[in-house]
Nanobody, 127 residues
Framework: QVQLVESGGGLVQAGGSLRLSCAAS????????MGWFRQAPGKEREFIAS???????????DYADSVKVRFTISRDDAKNTVYLQMNSLKPEDTAVYYC?????????????????WGQGTQVTVSS
């Protein structure tokens, strides 16, 4: 099994940037497709982005075009870490952000496709 720990969240003003990190232990992150999700108060956990083992497949949520141009997912298998760079943050980005690992091929986009989850990191964007 793999254990995941997110970090990098915090309080930021609208328009600011944060880079979230997801450090893996137990097993190398290169064995998994990785994804980022978020959950705002009173809402369901939603997909943000995912990246395949090979990095050839990267997907971003299509519920808001702005996610595609503001967020970037990446992975550094040598550091056993996955990142989510978030720019031009908006108050509606406020949520707990989770990383997750999937043993499936490609870059899964659904919660059910991920077997391992971190504990989450809070991101709060003030207006």
């Amino acid at each position: 099994q793999v254990q995941l720990v997110e970090s990098g969240g915090g309080l930021v003003q609208a328009g600011g940037s944060l880079r979230l990190s997801c450090a893996a232990s137990g097993r190398t992150v290169s064995s998994y497709a990785m994804g980022w999700f978020r959950q705002a108060p009173g809402k369901e956990r939603e997909f943000i982005a995912s990246i395949s083992r090979s990095r050839l497949n990267i997907y971003y949520a299509d519920y808001a075009d702005s996610v595609k141009v503001r967020f970037t997912i990446s992975r550094d298998d040598a550091k056993n870490t996955v990142y989510l760079q978030m720019n031009s943050l908006k108050p509606e980005d406020t949520a707990v952000y989770y990383c997750a690992a999937s043993g499936l091929s490609g870059a899964p986009t659904r919660r059910l496709e991920y077997a391992f989850w971190g504990q989450g990191t809070q991101v709060t964007v003030s207006s």
